[in-house]
């Protein structure tokens, strides 16, 4: 019985090793530049690693798709000046979604000019924007484009981290919501209690 | 366990909404006044079970114990998780309003069913006779939502075969944890208030001797 008992506990950790789990999946997206970034796992810290994430325009029209890192971390390069829907299937009924509104992106213009060059792959078009000399009126008191990427990149490396972590505190259920939802059943119960209390009071009044 | 919004096509949703809707109705229905407490109390089992997050080898699963509901209550199994699914949606997000309906049908009819094959094995006198079918019954419990899930992935688009040893395999580790929780349990109900386990046949009669208990006092008020 118990060798039994150890064989299917066993059988259920190598089948379901790596498979999702009955948890809260959280998708995020942020933008980076000319990029939108994203990261997809589930709330216990297992990550989307190899999955297909498909990009929706606003109407549901598929329009591109990327696929995560070992991480569950992707890079989006949009082409278009929409809003975007990022869905993920991670099979057994979990399907990530995020949303991102286009305005957030800091190089809108960028996008502007890629987009009307469509030759050119979106990544590459916008390095090569960027690196146009900023010719400044003042001379040298202004950084160059170099440096101001440079700086952007840092920022954004240092506040990864910092935006991981509002994420999974987005997700954190605190004590408040748990004996408040505690408190919302009993409730709940008390007032069907109280229907019942009455209904059986109503019948047996009655003559 | 929780399928999420947006991962099932809008005719399994609406299905699955009208037979919550239909096993809300004969739930409330089978609602008798002196089950409402206990109604009350495995309801917020139900909804606090899913944040107990038990460690089994690198990953971790979460209870649910629909088994024990089911176990307890029968048909008002119904009301007590759809109340919990309701709430875990909106304080912690795990499903969706869009699939509640889907998601009470999943979990709770499996319940029900577990209740009524294994409630007359667990309502014995022997304590640990009835630990052992109560094990079983939550175990199998959860062996039957799985099925219902992915049955409700297969109507969405899902092949059936591989969506359903995918979610089932992954929930052995909860089939185990689960089990030996509803095991102890039904113990301890068996030891302390073995009439919460009692057949259906068996509350009736006291609910008819509380009635009229009830009709008792009732008159004595009109006549003082």
Redo the contacts between chains.
Sequence with gaps: MARL?AS??L???V???G???????IASVFPSGANVEGEIGFS?G?MAADTLVEVFDPQGNKIDEVKTDGDGFFIYTPRQKVNLVF?A?L?????A?ATFAIADLSDLNVLNETASQPSASGAQAAVSIDEIPNSSPNGGKVISREQEELIATIVRDELRPLRREITAYK?K?DLQ??L???G???G???I??YI??RR??DK??KP | ????????APEVLIGGGVLAVAGLGLGLRK?P?DK??A??VL??TF??A??I?VP???????L?MSGLAGLVLGWTAFPALF??LL??AI????GGLTVLGVNTVNIAFPAVIAGFVFRSMVSRRNPVAAAVWGGLAGASSIALTTLF?AV??MLSGDAFAP?AK??F??????M?VEGLISAAAVYLIVKVKPELLMPEDHVAGFELSA?AV??KQ?SEV?NG
């Excluded at chain 1, 498979?19 to 999946?25: C, E, F, P, S, T």
């Excluded at chain 2, 304080?91 to 795990?94: E, I, Q, V």
């Design positions: 008992l299917v506990l059988a259920g950790l089948l379901g090793a498979v999702g789990h009955a948890h809260k999946i216990n297992d869905r299937d099979g057994a009924g979990h399907v979604e997700e259920n919501s748990i408040g939802g505690i919302y059943i009993f709940f119960f008390g069907a209690y019942a209390a059986l009071r047996e009044t | 366990m929780h399928i999420v919004d947006g991962a099932l609602l006044i409402i407490p109604t009350g309801s917020a909804f606090v899913s944040l997050h089994v080898g690198p990953s971790s699963v979460h649910i109340v919990g709430l875990q304080f912690f997000g795990f899930v409700s992935l969506a995918l979610v395999f992954a929930h052995i580790p909860i185990i009635s009830n009709t009732a009109n």
